[in-house]
């Protein structure tokens, strides 16, 4: 069983940065592809960034392109997320989730970043409150 614990969320000022972490545990997927996504009140889902497991192939979405950044470490099994030049707008709940629907990792990843409710498995959510 796949299980994921985020953590790293907090409130910050415009212009800030914060980092989230997400440990991973049980995973025996190798096409899994691994990211977040996130959820403002009243707004859709949002994938934001996902990675390959295992590699350095990654998938960021427009609104966060140069400012996020996302990485593992396959050796602590973590998932992270750098995020830098934090803006109002981020401000949402954002959840570590992986899908591992498809033997090609890609397709997971196009699932995550595109489809983010139809994910395998997420953790419980970290708030990230980014004050102007």
């Known amino acids: 069983q796949v299980q994921l614990v985020e953590s790293g969320g907090g409130s910050v000022q415009a212009g800030g940065s914060l980092t989230l972490s997400c440990a991973a545990s049980?995973?025996?997927?190798?096409?899994?592809?691994m990211g977040w996504f996130r959820q403002a009140p009243g707004k859709e889902r949002e994938g934001v960034a996902a990675i390959v497991r295992g590699t350095v192939t990654t998938y960021y979405a427009d609104s966060v392109k140069g400012r996020f950044t996302i990485s593992q470490d396959n050796a602590n099994n973590t998932l992270l997320l750098q995020m830098n030049s934090l803006k109002s707008e981020d401000t949402a709940m954002y959840y570590c989730a992986t899908v591992v629907k498809s033997w090609r990792p890609t397709d997971n990843c196009a699932r995550l970043m595109r489809i983010p409710a139809d994910y395998d498995y997420r953790g419980q959510g970290t708030q990230v409150t980014v004050s102007s």
């Open positions: 049980g995973y025996t997927y190798d096409s899994a592809c």
